[in-house]
């Protein structure tokens, strides 16, 4: 998407018991099922904290993303920021 201004779009109705919203633009060829995913991980991760947002490329290697998540987790510690409590099984 080259036009990054309206690849999120911020909504209020301006009423203090209405939650601003946002809407976002998701690429095109994306399916059905995974935009749903994203707006699930991204409502669950502002609902449990303030979420840190990785892009991948599409061609991204499993190894790739788990050095991307090795490195925000380095990044995180560093920070002294806790990550989200290991949900119990």
């Given at each position: 998407?080259?036009?990054?201004?309206s690849?999120?779009?911020?909504?209020?109705?301006?009423?203090?018991n209405?939650?601003?919203?946002f809407?976002?633009?998701v690429?095109?060829?994306w399916?059905?099922?995974?935009a749903?995913a994203?707006?699930e991980?991204?409502?669950?991760?502002l609902?449990d904290?303030?979420p840190?947002?990785v892009?991948?490329?599409?061609d991204?290697?499993a190894?790739?993303?788990?050095?991307?998540?090795?490195?925000?987790?380095?990044?995180?510690?560093?920070a002294g920021?806790a990550?989200?409590?290991?949900?119990?099984?």
């Amino acid at each position: 998407m080259s036009d990054h201004s309206s690849a999120a779009e911020l909504k209020s109705r301006g009423d203090a018991n209405d939650p601003t919203t946002f809407e976002f633009a998701v690429p095109g060829d994306w399916t059905p099922g995974v935009a749903i995913a994203f707006a699930e991980l991204m409502e669950k991760a502002l609902q449990d904290g303030f979420p840190i947002v990785v892009p991948v490329r599409q061609d991204a290697t499993a190894e790739q993303i788990s050095r991307v998540f090795e490195d925000v987790r380095t990044l995180v510690e560093r920070a002294g920021l806790a990550p989200a409590a290991e949900p119990s099984a």
